[in-house]
């Protein structure tokens, strides 16, 4: 019913930029908070940043200052604006969302979108 597709990762050197877009498709009622999750090998999933509807955020302290996370609820879409990479942010990068749809809300998952910050 609903589908959450991520874009923009890949492999950049320490200190660059990248920028991560989520949008999410289907029959979608309303969307309340969309986010980001990192899982780096052999570590749990970790939340990177939240946003609201209303566009609140909050950033887990290894991100801050770094990364801006924004939303366009017209499109259903998150991004993820990652600057001055180091390689410890290394991780695949999920999307989350909690979506109204027919059934009512529900969390969704994005597939997961590589980033390897690497010189």
């Known amino acids: 019913q609903v589908q959450l597709v991520e874009s923009g990762g890949g492999l950049v050197q320490p200190g660059g930029s990248l920028r991560l877009s989520c949008a999410a498709s289907?029959?979608?009622?309303?969307?309340?908070?969309m986010g980001w999750y990192r899982q780096a090998p052999g570590k749990q999933r970790e939340l990177v940043a939240r946003?609201?509807?209303?566009?609140?955020?909050n950033y887990a302290e290894s991100v801050k200052g770094r990364f801006t996370i924004s939303r366009d609820n017209a499109k259903n879409t998150v991004y993820l604006q990652m600057n001055s990479l180091k390689p410890e942010d290394t991780a695949v990068y999920y999307c989350?969302?909690?979506?109204?749809?027919?059934?009512?809300?529900?969390?969704?998952w994005g597939q997961g979108t590589q980033v390897t910050v690497s010189s």
């Open positions: 989350n969302a909690d979506v109204r749809s027919i059934g009512g809300w529900r969390d969704y």
């Open positions: 289907g029959i979608i009622l309303s969307i309340a908070d």
């Open positions: 946003i609201t509807k209303d566009a609140s955020t």
